[in-house]
């Protein structure tokens, strides 16, 4: 159920059908059975998902369980567990006083201060102190959120104020000095020291010259997020060259962890084609490290979105043997070693220019010794056989048509990178084998 709504990223209220309050039940239910594997659950989502506010969820869960100590650790252990970046202590302590307000419990407090102590310095003060929730909200909700009136998250406490609820213990003379300067910046507007919201202090749009100064500052990530800016300030030659270089550094991409459709993405942004290329390449570079899925499988790529063909696509090179094949049911040639983003150009011939058309009894006729059917902005997968399991990708999220799930089929809304390794996490769960 967990990995089904790994495309919402940290955005657990939107999951359909009160899927968070179910979350947390089987959170304490599990607690309950076996504190071990529970502990081990929650410190794998937390690390090798993009799920991080469920993962603290699942941590006040379990507080909230206060299961025996046991092989998997205290409570006090699984809460510093899953805290690993200078953002979660404020985040867990937000949600639990909006969930059970006060008091804290014992584990709560020394589990967060645990993880204070190994996360907060100076840098992650200068950067990360701003009361912001830094929560990572996919796309395809941010227009449902904005209906909904914004994001249903507590605001998360500020550094000083984390410190003073949970008393952490300093490990040197110079993080005591970094805890007395966040207790004294708690006054409200104190002023934030990211590039991004140096930039956003500005008043302005940037200029090339704003932009010559913080891109050698950037991580590889926001350099990504900002090649149509860049292009729009027009930043000089050498820069763009800088930028260019780094983007086709195999080692730097690798060690981002970035995969095909955050390529992808940036590729749409930018009107020219100075980019694409080094995008191209880029966008195969992490793609070993996607999960294999073993077996025969057919894709069914919907035509909706390309998008939705790069994530096909994608799927299809970590298939031990895939057969793709558009809504119409024409068969796609899947070409080993080749960059998503190029295997996408290829589509309009297999039919998928037309958005409205699908033949979902040419798509059944396709299917045939195949282990499983992955669809993808295909909806009509009730046509296909029962005898194999069936995950079916929706790019959008539509409350008042959510589809519950069915044994061996589950439906996933919206498409991301995170979510191209689940098929084969979710089949070994059946089978009883974990990832942690």
């Known amino acids: 159920m967990t990995l089904a709504r790994v495309g919402y990223g940290d955005v657990m209220s939107a999951w359909p059908r009160g899927g968070a309050e179910r979350f947390t039940g089987l959170v304490r239910e599990a607690a309950r059975a076996d504190p071990a594997w529970t502990a081990a ?30 092989p ?96 952490p213990r300093p490990r040197d003379a110079a993080q005591a000095e970094v805890f007395r300067l966040a207790l004294r910046r708690r006054a409200p507007g104190s002023p934030a020291r990211s590039w991004r919201q140096e930039a956003g202090a500005l008043g302005r749009r940037l200029r090339r010259d ?57 590729r749409d942004r930018v009107a020219g084609r100075r980019w694409g290329p080094v995008l191209e390449e880029a966008a195969a570079v992490n793609l070993p490290a996607v999960p294999a899925i073993p077996g025969r499988t057919l894709i069914v790529a919907g035509n909706d979105t390309a998008a939705g063909a790069v994530f096909a696509l994608a799927l299809a090179l970590r298939c031990s043997s895939a057969d793709v094949v558009s809504g119409l049911g024409e068969p796609l040639p899947v070409v080993p070693g080749e960059s998503p983003l190029h295997g996408r150009l290829r589509w309009p011939a297999a039919g998928l220019g037309t958005l409205t058309r699908s033949d979902p009894a040419a798509v059944a006729r396709a299917l045939g010794g195949h282990d499983r059917v992955v ?50 996490l979710i089949e070994e769960a059946r089978r009883g084998r974990w990832p942690f």
């Open 375 to 424: 669809a993808v902005e295909f909806h009509r997968t009730d046509e296909l056989g029962a005898d194999v399991p069936v995950y079916a990708w929706l790019s959008d999220h539509r409350p008042d048509h959510e589809q519950p799930d069915e044994p061996g089929r589950i439906v996933f809304h919206g498409l991301s990178d995170a979510a191209l390794g689940v098929v084969p």
């Open 210 to 266: 704003d932009w010559e100064r913080l891109v050698p500052r950037m991580a590889l990530p926001d350099l990504l997020d900002g090649l149509r800016r860049f292009d729009a300030a027009g930043i000089p030659f050498d820069t763009a060259m800088e930028i260019a270089e780094r983007l086709a550094d195999p080692a730097e991409v690798r060690a981002s962890g970035l995969l095909p459709l955050r390529f992808a993405a940036a």
């Open 72 to 167: 998997g650790g205290t409570p006090r252990q699984v809460v510093a567990s899953v805290l690993r970046h200078p953002h979660d202590p404020g985040l867990l302590l937000g949600h639990w006083l909006r969930t059970h307000g006060r008091p804290l419990p014992k584990p709560l407090k020394r589990g967060i201060a645990d993880a204070v102590a190994r996360l907060y310095d100076e840098r992650a003060l200068a950067l990360y102190d701003t009361g912001g929730r830094h929560l990572s909200v996919p796309s395809f909700l941010r227009s449902t959120l904005t209906v909904r009136g914004g994001l249903p998250a507590a605001r998360p406490p500020r550094f000083g104020d984390v410190i003073s609820l949970v008393h």
């Open 41 to 70: 659950f929650l410190g794998w989502l937390r690390a090798a998902t993009p799920m991080r506010y469920p993962a603290l969820a699942g941590a006040a869960a379990y507080v909230r369980e206060r299961p025996p100590q046991g």
